[in-house]
């Protein structure tokens, strides 16, 4: 049973749909990658999946639970986090109290886990006193992840999570993603960089006009001539 569904999904903002019969699916262990030129329904897609667009068709199911236009505080509840493209961080707290923040809902001692976060986010832990909104690109991304994972999620859903960093903070987000997903969480991406984000996907779908263009292995789509020429500048 996959860990997270939707099936033929149609939906958008106002009257207008944006979203048509889209399809995909994340198995445990995975992490899927969506990739496809801008306006393609990308990110809109994971907005629907948290609840936060008007869908006027198929479905959305998480273990095998219908979750369709669940609640987002419901949504999180059951154990889906994502990280928006922007405005993932309240600046003007600090790391710690932005940390804190994504724990709101925990009933448990979360201290164990704060110190994980900081084992998994190394350059955090001298800034834990700082704003994050003082913060460099990447080291936000850093603390909008972490933040997510203090829920310790069923699934992690990461909207652009490399877009605007440089190529050093580029790679370093996506070795913590593998690293993310080698502890148990599976993971769907939205990334423009479609090289490295297929490169390290167990597998990708193809958007294109809000709807379902292609799907394969990450490495097939890495190296099927068309989608080169498409989307990797190739």
Known sequence: MPVLSIENLSGGYGEVDILHEISL???????????????????????????LLRLS?????????????MDPAQVVNKGVCYV??????????????????GAYIRKDDFRPRLLEIYEMFPPLVEKKKQAAGELSGGQRQMVAM????????????????????????????FQIIRQ??????????????????????????????????TTGKGIDLLNDPEIAKMFLGG
């Open 25 to 51: 699916e994340i198995n445990t262990g995975e992490i899927v990658v969506v990739i496809g030129p801008n306006g393609a329904g990308k990110s809109t897609a994971m907005k629907a999946v948290f609840g």
């Open 57 to 69: 068709g198929g479905s959305v199911h998480l273990a095998g639970e219908e979750i369709t236009n």
């Open 84 to 101: 928006p493209q922007t405005n993932n961080v309240f600046p003007t707290l600090t790391v710690q109290e932005n940390l804190e923040m």
């Open 146 to 173: 972490g933040k997510a994972l203090m829920l310790e999620p069923t699934i992690l859903m990461l909207d652009e999570p490399t877009a605007g960093l440089s190529p050093i903070y580029r790679n370093e987000i």
């Open 180 to 213: 993310i997903n080698a502890s148990g969480v599976p993971i769907l991406m939205v990334e423009q960089n479609a090289k490295q984000s297929l490169a390290i996907a167990n597998r990708g779908y193809v958007f294109v006009d809000g709807r379902n263009r």
